[in-house]
Nanobody, 126 residues
Framework: VQLQASGGGLVQAGGSLRLSCAAS????????VGWFRQVPGTEREFVAR????????SYANFVKGRFTISRDNAKNTVYLQMNSLNPEDTAAYYC????????????????????WGQGTLVTVSS
């Protein structure tokens, strides 16, 4: 599976961005797709994940109510709608995919994923 993340950019505080993660290389979508973010010098941080079969999503506490993850299985694409952005959201955002499990709670650790996209940079100015 190849993952292509896109949609990052520069936005002012309070603004919005929508990230996309397109999967290719096979016809079926992965069981779980997640979004992580990373600031240089820190560990990759879980943001959100979504389950293919029913769209069940989970979020990190710091994004609840601001970010929404969704999927379009027909397009093999997962989206991350980010609203009310603040400078602390500045990071490289990575999407990841896993076929190992879609159990509730699975996919909040980076080690859960086998496939990673290249990252897209989000910069929020104050």
């Amino acid at each position: 599976v190849q993952l292509q993340a896109s949609g990052g950019g520069l936005v002012q505080a309070g603004g919005s961005l929508r990230l996309s993660c397109a999967a290719s290389g096979r016809t079926s979508s992965p069981l779980v797709v997640g979004w992580f973010r990373q600031v240089p010098g820190t560990e990759r941080e879980f943001v959100a994940r979504i389950r293919r079969r029913d769209g069940m999503a989970s979020y990190a506490n710091f994004v609840k109510g601001r970010f929404t993850i969704s999927r379009d299985n027909a397009k093999n694409t997962v989206y991350l709608q980010m609203n009310s952005l603040n400078p602390e959201d500045t990071a490289a955002y990575y999407c990841a995919a896993s076929d190992r499990s879609d159990a509730i709670g699975y996919g909040q650790l980076a080690d859960s994923y086998d496939y990673w996209g290249q990252g897209t940079l989000v910069t929020v100015s104050s």
